[in-house]
């Protein structure tokens, strides 16, 4: 099993910026694919960014050019640096990791971007 930990959300005006991190309670080495997904009230879950072991990264059209998705493998932890937010960026942010074929998701971290 893998126990995920966000943190990092809060307020924020629109044009700035946000890191958010999900620590993770084993070395994600051993995680095939991690990633950030948001949910927007009245909305489904969607993919923002992933990071595949071997792979590399994918990211949502919508935050391209604006989020980055990263991993301090020392510290177990990937992170979701996003700048120049938008309005429409206001969600709840989960961490999600994939492993032998299994989905494990963190408790969510608000995001809200207004002025």
């Known amino acids: 099993q893998v126990q995920l930990v966000e943190s990092g959300g809060g307020l924020v005006q629109p044009g700035g910026s946000l890191r958010l991190s999900c620590a993770a309670s084993r070395s994600i080495l051993s995680i095939n694919t991690m990633g950030w997904y948001r949910q927007a009230p009245g909305k489904q879950r969607e993919l923002v960014a992933t990071?595949?072991?071997?792979?590399?990264?994918n990211y949502a059209d919508s935050v391209k050019g604006r989020f980055t998705i990263s991993r301090d493998v020392a510290k177990n932890t990937l992170y979701l640096q996003m700048n120049s937010l938008k309005p429409e960026d206001t969600a709840v942010y989960y961490c999600?990791?994939?492993?032998?074929?299994?989905?494990?998701w963190g408790q969510g971290t608000q995001v809200t971007v207004s002025s």
């Open positions: 999600n990791a994939k492993k032998l074929g299994s989905d494990y």
């Open positions: 990071f595949t072991f071997g792979v590399g990264t």
